[in-house]
């Protein structure tokens, strides 16, 4: 299983706007129909009005892929403008246990 922490900082006051268009947008419900896809949640941080913690567990290196290539995943890419000052991610590979 491949796992990915996206930690998204907004610009001031955008947090949520942000998640809202990406709802209304339906991105979350698309990706998480994917094949492979096994979580895709986002949280808001409890310590900061600006930062967005996004989880994804896939199946497989080649699911993730798929997704990256995906329209969705696209469409996310270009709104990240209006909304995101900074993106950073970790990688993780795990097993349920």
């Known amino acids: 299983m491949i796992i990915l922490h996206v930690t998204y900082t907004t610009k001031p006051g955008e947090a949520q706007n942000f998640i809202a268009a990406?709802?209304?947008?339906g991105i979350d419900?698309?990706?998480r129909a994917e094949r492979g896809c096994l979580q895709y949640d986002y949280f808001y941080a409890a310590?900061?009005?600006d930062q967005i913690l996004l989880v994804e567990h896939w199946t497989d290196?080649?699911?993730l892929k798929a997704h990256?290539?995906?329209p969705h995943f696209q469409q996310l890419g270009g709104m990240k403008g209006q909304y995101v000052l900074e993106t950073t991610m970790k990688k993780f590979v795990?097993?349920?246990i």
């Open 47 to 49: 310590q900061t009005d």
């Open 68 to 70: 990256t290539c995906a």
């Open 61 to 63: 290196a080649d699911a």
């Open 22 to 25: 990406i709802e209304a947008a």
């Open 94 to 96: 795990g097993e349920t």
């Open 29 to 31: 419900k698309a990706t």
